[in-house]
T-cell receptor, first 113, second 114 residues
Framework: AQKVTQAQTEISVVEKEDVTLDCVYE???????LFWYKQPPSGELVFLIR??????QNEISGRYSWNFQKSTSSFNFTITASQVVDSAVYFC??????????FGTGTRLTIIP | DAGVTQSPTHLIKTRGQQVTLRCSPK?????VSWYQQALGQGPQFIFQ???????QRGNFPDRFSGHQFPNYSSELNVNALLLGDSALYLC?????????????FGPGTRLTVT
């Protein structure tokens, strides 16, 4: 069975600080997809990134970057120079290409002005 | 381009009642998935509809049922409501393309069972 663990329940940082959200997953499959979603107070899940299990290249998109390490089954998310608008709940999720996402319990990120 | 829409936004029901939630997928999408998100938890997969049929199902009892219409919109029905059914119900749509996909989520329907 697959499982996604986000050990950090809540994180608070002061604006402009960098912050890393951790995600550890478990699966016996060799082909899978990892995701990060952002959930602002409005409730709608916003897609941030998808990464397949064969692509271990790190990715950077503006202030966001992702570090995928298959050896440690981790897919961590870093926000550089955080802003108040980054405050939200962030979810890591796992999928096997069948659009049936398994989510972690989420990390609530609060950016203090 | 309209995204995924859901109705109603909020709903209050009494234990034992039945409820129907509705979802319109993003334009061009043909697959609809439903998720239940309890307070403080991550979303949990309920089921998925494609070509008007349930294609996959998560670990939810038969009280949870659904339907997909020819225009790809979908309904989620929950019978004999329990207090534990109180949650945010999220609908997600995608295009059934083998090579790549991305699910778009709606704003959700918050169901409260009293």
């Amino acid at each position: 069975a697959q499982k996604v663990t986000q050990a950090q329940t809540e994180i608070s940082v002061v604006e402009k600080e960098d912050v890393t959200l951790d995600c550890v997953y478990e699966t016996r499959d060799t082909t899978y997809y990892l995701f990060w979603y952002k959930q602002p107070p409005s409730g709608e899940l916003v897609f941030l990134i998808r990464r397949n299990s064969f692509d271990e290249q790190n990715e950077i998109s503006g202030r966001y970057s992702w570090n995928f390490q298959k050896s440690t089954s981790s897919f961590n998310f870093t926000i550089t120079a955080s802003q108040v608008v980054d405050s939200a709940v962030y979810f890591c999720a796992l999928d096997f290409g069948n659009e049936k996402l398994t989510f972690g319990t989420g990390t609530r990120l609060t950016i203090i002005p | 381009d309209a995204g995924v829409t859901q109705s109603p936004t909020h709903l209050i029901k009494t234990r034992g009642q039945q409820v129907t939630l509705r979802c319109s997928p993003k334009s061009g999408h043909d697959t609809v998935s439903w998720y239940q998100q309890a307070l403080g938890q991550g979303p949990q997969f309920i089921f998925q509809y494609y070509e008007e049929e349930e294609r996959q199902r998560g670990n939810f009892p038969d009280r949870f049922s659904g339907h997909q219409f020819p225009n790809y919109s979908s309904e989620l029905n929950v019978n004999a409501l329990l207090l534990g059914d109180s949650a945010l119900y999220l609908c997600a749509s995608s295009l059934d393309v083998l090579s790549a996909y991305e699910q778009y989520f709606g704003p959700g329907t918050r169901l409260t069972v009293t």
